[in-house]
């Protein structure tokens, strides 16, 4: 009996221990390959990285306003207590998502705790068996991991390529519900598909049209995003609207029609279960909403820093690929290339970080810059600089 059971302990030893040699053999191939993640502070550097466009999330104003803004959370003011469906649910929420809804013409929107939890929600569950998803093959993570979660079948086409989304469209039996999901500001290249031609395109076909505004949201059509600064609202089923970039805070929006959302309330298992973001957050996204929704956009500096990136990079050797604006790309290919770049950076104060691959394709290595109202003109020169010399 005794030796059996140590048998049986010897057995597991050696399966633990081959499991964490397993782990470690893989972080040794991303080390091996350069690709190793890891976390890093970015205290003191000038901030040509985070996706704080507006620089909402340093705003002390916002946070005071937040701080002392009084409506009703019940006698809550740290935690939200618990899920939307158990207690986390008040009236601060609703405001949130009818103030969302109404500012880019939408008749209803769900709040998510995150951009991430938004998308897995929705593609994990509104998509049907024997339904088809179209994504471009650039889409975010959210959304490729929504639809692993879901039950539809799923296609790409080609980055941003409308005849490949006709041409796979083509090969489909009638009768299906489609699906086609597209980003409006693409979050590694900063480039923009052709909405309206998409949107005529689903409009011909019946298809359900969804768009990620990450990184419209709070800059483009005055900071409606892209479907509405194209006018394009009727013509889309649902958009994902998210507040870790421009707006500075945290949590997402879904909006759509009444029946998407209270499908979602009843199936999106991401919005179910899980607490409700913290009535901080929620105080923070109401007032920095007000502030974005009251923004004069004509006014900002960062219309004038992106002219200035553009013109200096005209007259550079950099390869950056086109790109709307806030995004801007330079393509150094190689991990280690890009990271030598990213390290020569930050060596002179700046922050920007490489995007190695297997996050985008081998070839495509970049340091990817998100430019901010609140860089300055010598802080954009020192940059493209730094990259001249690189
Ligand atoms: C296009 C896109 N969608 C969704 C997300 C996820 O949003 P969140 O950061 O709020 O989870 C991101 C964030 O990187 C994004 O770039």
Redesign the pocket.
């Known amino acids: 009996m005794k030796m059996v059971l140590s048998l049986e302990r010897l057995l597991q030893f050696l399966l633990l221990t081959m499991h964490d040699d397993l782990l470690q053999s893989k972080l040794d191939g991303r080390g091996a390959n350069l690709s190793l993640r890891k976390l890093q502070t970015s205290e003191g550097l000038v901030d040509f990285c985070s996706n704080d466009y507006l620089g909402f999330s340093k705003s002390k104003d916002i946070l005071r306003q937040a701080l002392t803004m009084n409506i009703a959370t019940s006698d809550r003011v740290i935690g939200s207590g618990g899920s939307r469906l158990i207690c986390g649910h008040n009236e601060l929420i609703e405001a949130i998502e009818e103030n969302v809804a109404g500012f880019v013409n939408a008749s209803s929107g769900l709040l998510f705790n ?4 938004a ?1 897995i929600g929705f593609f994990g569950c509104v998509p049907q068996r024997g339904d088809v998803v179209f994504y471009d093959e650039f889409i ?1 993570a ?1 959304i490729r991991d929504g639809i692993k979660l879901g039950v539809s079948k799923s296609y790409s086409f080609q980055h941003n390529d409308i005849a490949d989304l006709r041409r796979r469209y083509d090969f489909l039996a009638p009768n299906q519900t489609v699906f086609v999901v597209v ?1 409006s500001v693409y ?1 590694m290249d900063g480039d923009m598909p052709d909405l309206i031609e998409i949107a005529k395109f689903c409009k011909e076909k019946n298809i359900k049209l969804v768009v ?1 505004e ?2 419209s949201f709070g800059w483009l059509g005055d900071g409606r995003g892209l479907v509405s600064k194209l006018g394009l609202e009727d013509d889309t089923y649902a958009r ?1 609207i ?3 970039k421009a707006l500075g805070c ?1 949590g ?1 929006v879904v909006v759509g029609d009444e029946l998407l959302r209270s499908y979602l309330v009843n199936f999106a298992r991401s919005f179910i279960y899980t607490t409700a973001p913290s009535i901080i957050d929620q105080k923070c996204v109401y007032v920095a909403l007000e502030k974005l929704f009251s923004l004069d956009f004509n006014k900002l500096k960062i219309i004038e820093l992106i002219r200035l990136f553009k013109s200096l990079v005209e007259k550079s050797d950099l390869n950056v690929i086109p790109s709307v604006g806030l995004i801007q790309s330079v393509l150094i290919p190689s991990n280690r290339q890009a990271l030598k770049t990213e390290q020569k950076l930050r060596k002179n104060g700046i922050w920007a970080k490489a995007i190695l691959s297997p996050t985008v394709p081998i070839g495509q290595e970049r340091i990817r810059i998100c430019l901010h109202d609140f860089n300055t003109v010598d802080e954009v020169k020192k940059l493209i600089d730094c990259l001249n010399n690189g």
């Not at 995150?114 to 939890?117: A, E, F, H, M």
């Open positions: 995150s951009g991430y939890n998308n975010h959210s980003e979050s990620d990450a990184h994902i998210t507040f870790g945290h997402a």
